[in-house]
Nanobody, 120 residues
Framework: VQLQASGGGLVQPGGSLRLSCELS????????IGWFRQAPGQEREWVSC???????VLSDSVVDRFTMSRDNSKNTAYLQMNSLKPEDTAVYHC???????????????WGQGTLVTVSS
């Protein structure tokens, strides 16, 4: 199982980005997908998760601004990020596991990160 995260970039405060997480090597219908982020000098932080049925859970810091979705036919999950703030700047990683989990060490499969920079 391999994951490929993409969609990061430089955006101004208040702007939007959509991150994608494409899974290969196995059908995504069997996995929940989590997003984590890590800012420079900080620990990795759980952001959100979408379970196999499409149910989503988001951290308090993003629940009013971010949404998750998935398209099993494309083996891809998405993180729509709106009203971005400078404190959202981080490397964002996606991970796959059977259940939605908030603890990064419980995920078996990880993609490489994609950098999101929110700055004017």
């Amino acid at each position: 199982v391999q994951l490929q995260a993409s969609g990061g970039g430089l955006v101004q405060p208040g702007g939007s980005l959509r991150l994608s997480c494409e899974l290969s090597g196995f059908s995504m219908e069997y996995y929940s997908i989590g997003w984590f982020r890590q800012a420079p000098g900080q620990e990795r932080e759980w952001v959100s998760c979408i379970d196999r049925a499409g149910g989503t859970v988001l951290s308090d810091s993003v629940v009013d601004r971010f949404t998750m979705s998935r398209d099993n036919s494309k083996n891809t999950a998405y993180l729509q990020m709106n009203s971005l703030k400078p404190e959202d700047t981080a490397v964002y990683h996606c991970a796959a596991e059977g259940r939605c989990l908030r603890k990064d060490t419980l995920y078996d499969y990880w993609g490489q990160g994609t950098l999101v920079t929110v700055s004017s």
